[in-house]
């Protein structure tokens, strides 16, 4: 018995729950309709700007914080020299005027496809960060998707 994992398995089985993090859902671990994307879809701008409680992010700051992660890590894949960081500052947008929240929502979706592009042209996934890199946006995204679902709950109506 090997142990090695094939290399197909496991990009078949990372990109399998990145497209369900972030697209669609396949039934993997979550409900219907349950992707990134989707809820996004589904919220305004008046929505993603409320804070469920006074030292709670928004789901706009939220969305904007994984923009940045997703760059970063990107970067960590393609072993681009990372700079100082200032995380903080990936926390700055709390509230969004309906122009705002799309081109933000655009911004998650670029920031997407692009680290699945980079991803995708790993090829011996033997590097420091490909896996390493790669697991953390899937895992590091899927706590924000937990996050904004519970965000959900204390979201006002659509014209609250």
């Not at 896996?131 to 709950?153: F, M, N, R, T, V």
Request: charged share 20%; glycine share 8%.
């Amino acid at each position: 018995m090997s142990d090695m994992i094939p290399v197909e398995t496991f990009r078949r089985e990372l990109f399998d729950l990145l497209e369900e993090t972030f697209e669609k859902t396949q039934g993997i671990y979550l409900d219907r309709g349950g992707s990134l994307l989707e809820t996004l879809a589904r919220l305004t701008a008046s929505q993603a700007s409320h804070a469920v409680s006074p030292k709670g992010a928004t789901i706009a700051g939220h969305v904007e914080h994984m923009i940045f992660y997703l760059g970063v890590l990107t970067d960590c894949i393609q072993r681009k020299p990372i700079g100082e960081l200032n995380w903080r500052d990936s926390w700055r947008t709390s509230t969004v005027t309906p122009a705002e929240w799309d081109a933000l929502r655009a911004g998650l979706r670029e920031a997407y496809d692009d680290a699945l592009n980079v991803m995708r042209g790993v090829e011996s996934w033997e590097g420091e960060d490909d896996i390493g890199a790669s697991l953390a946006i899937l895992a590091h995204s899927a706590s924000h998707l937990g996050a904004i679902h519970q965000a959900l709950h204390g979201l006002p109506p659509p014209n609250g």
